[in-house]
């Protein structure tokens, strides 16, 4: 079994920071892709940011300029680095990963339970 641990979130006024971290464990042959969705009140879940397992990055582009994604395979985490946060950028963040293991050799596309990131006026 896989389970991916977010942590980072919290309030912050308008033009902080906040770096979130999504850690993956368990019996893990390999991580490909990674990365960040959120989910506002009353909106759909939206794509912030992904990374593949050799460093692409691609960005919606409402974060990009303002967000990073990195991830640290020896660690098998991902972050999320927010700077210059909005109020708009107020929601759940939830990481995901694509992650093969000895039940999924194919890969199977895991969450996070979701961080909440508050951004006030």
């Known amino acids: 079994q896989v389970q991916l641990v977010e942590s980072g979130g919290g309030l912050v006024q308008a033009g902080g920071s906040l770096r979130l971290s999504c850690a993956a464990s368990g019996t893990i042959f390999s991580i490909n892709g990674m990365g960040w969705y959120r989910q506002a009140p009353g909106k759909q879940r939206e794509l912030v940011a992904g990374?593949?397992?050799?460093?692409?990055?691609n960005y919606a582009d409402s974060v990009e300029g303002r967000f990073t994604i990195s991830r640290d395979n020896a660690k098998n985490t991902v972050y999320l680095q927010m700077n210059s946060l909005k109020p708009e950028d107020t929601a759940v963040y939830y990481c995901?990963?694509?992650?093969?293991?000895?039940?999924?050799?194919?890969?199977?596309?895991?969450w996070g339970q979701g961080t909440q990131v508050t951004v006030s006026s």
């Open positions: 990374i593949t397992s050799n460093g692409r990055t």
């Open positions: 995901t990963a694509v992650v093969t293991t000895p039940l999924n050799p194919y890969g199977h596309d895991y």
